[in-house]
């Protein structure tokens, strides 16, 4: 027997006029859990680059960075077409639609600017904000959940989910993903980061950020419904994973860049664990 959605109120608070979504404050938690993260780690594994005050500045950079490039994301990688034909919706972030590996590049963009601006080693900074990234996704499938919306595809699995009244019982995919790409990987990040040998070299940390999340989203697509307007790509693979196949290789690539090149500078001079 299939599950019932709980059809969760996508609004949390109402004041007056204004609502408060479920949406918005899944980005405010993660936003302000991983900065918290990003200063516990750095109170364990002191860095000679970076410190509170520039923590706290950094949570701003990479909130445009998210917002703009989950935006700019979805519009060129899901939708682009009708964006072409109505422009100004594409500004419209209130109305929903953004894309993770858009806002990943964002990040990335935000950080090499503010690695430069305070000359900062880049991967001083992104080795650290990898391990906390992981947060914000947990919330953001959760509140993926809560909307009823990026669900799986039909199941007669004993948890399969009616989201829509009338339709079959489907994967609850955005579960999945908040716990593998979620969970899962943050528990990853988390022993790799007390590791001081791997801590030391630059890269290894992000690297395997990005072929974790590219290995884990890739899979559980195979349970998520493709959108309806782009549906399976070559190969039969959807457009998430044929997004994750460029994570998947960088990724990779970078790990064993990390580990063969010795000549890199020590980014921490925390004790080991």
């Excluded at 682009?80 to 993770?100: D, T």
């Excluded at 790509?233 to 457009?239: G, R």
């Excluded at 790990?255 to 500078?265: A, C, F, L, S, T």
């Amino acid at each position: 027997m299939a599950l019932t959605f709980p059809n969760i109120d996508p609004i949390a608070i109402s004041i007056g006029p204004i609502d408060i979504r479920w949406y918005a404050l899944s980005y405010m938690a993660g936003f302000l859990l991983g900065l918290y993260v990003l200063q516990y780690f750095l109170r364990k594994h002191p860095s000679p680059y970076l410190n509170k005050e520039k923590l706290d500045d950094l949570l701003t950079w990479i909130i445009i960075g998210v917002v703009l490039g989950g935006r700019l994301g979805y519009v060129l990688f899901y939708n682009l077409p009708y964006y072409a034909e109505n422009p100004l919706e594409a500004i419209q972030i209130w109305q929903g639609g953004m894309a993770f590996h858009g806002g990943l590049i964002g990040v990335i963009t935000a950080m090499i600017l503010f690695a430069w601006k305070y000359k900062i080693p880049f991967f001083a900074l992104a080795d650290r904000v990898a391990v906390a990234t992981p947060i914000g996704l947990f919330f953001g499938r959760i509140a993926n959940f809560i909307n009823g919306e990026l669900y799986g595809r039909a199941t007669d699995t004993p948890w399969g989910m009616v989201f829509v009244e009338g339709d079959v019982a489907r994967h609850p995919s955005q579960l999945y993903q908040a716990a593998t790409e979620g969970i899962i990987l943050f528990i990853l990040l988390s022993i790799l980061i007390r590791i001081q040998s791997i801590r030391e070299k630059i890269g290894i940390i992000s690297g395997v950020f990005l072929c974790g999340y590219g290995i884990q989203r890739f899979f559980v697509e195979y349970t998520r419904e493709p959108d309806a307007h782009i549906g399976l790509l070559f190969a039969n693979l959807s457009m998430g994973q044929i997004l994750c196949l460029p994570m998947i290789i960088a990724g990779i690539l970078m790990v064993i860049w990390g580990y063969q090149n010795d000549k890199h500078p020590r980014l921490d001079r925390g004790s080991s664990d």
